[in-house]
């Protein structure tokens, strides 16, 4: 069993970044295909962002709402990913959580909750205006 635990999340002002993690706890455990995703009070939870990576090739995606304001990437040397969060906006404020596929293929990065097996228990991010 892989468990993945988030870290980084805070209080911010609007404008303000942050780095949130997520690591893996088995150190032979690497996943290629690995996201982000947030939930906000009363409200589904979404996908902020997603990395495939392998051997030449790194493909990411971004929800509009973050596209350029938000970076997804992976050291998996330290079995870890990230998200840079930079301009932050109150409307930025949820639990975020981490996940990860249990079989990466074809490159692409998965977009939804049901393409995930592995999920963290979350980190709160929290923006004031």
């Known amino acids: 069993q892989v468990q993945l635990a988030e870290s980084g999340g805070g209080s911010v002002q609007a404008g303000g970044s942050l780095r949130l993690s997520c690591a893996a706890s088995r150190a032979d455990y690497s996943s290629n295909c690995m996201g982000w995703f947030r939930q906000a009070p009363g409200k589904e939870r979404e996908g902020v962002a997603a990395i495939a990576a392998g051997k030449g090739y790194t493909n990411t995606y971004y929800a509009d709402s973050v596209k350029g304001r938000f970076t997804i990437s992976q050291d998996n040397a330290k079995n870890t990913m990230y998200l840079q969060m930079n301009s932050l906006k109150p409307d930025d404020t949820a639990m975020y959580y981490c996940?990860?596929?249990?079989?990466?293929?074809?490159?692409?990065?998965?977009?939804?909750?049901?393409?995930?097996?592995?999920w963290g228990q979350g980190t709160q991010v929290t923006v004031a205006s």
């Open positions: 996940a990860a596929v249990r079989a990466c293929g074809g490159g692409y990065p998965r977009r939804y909750e049901y393409e995930y097996y592995y």
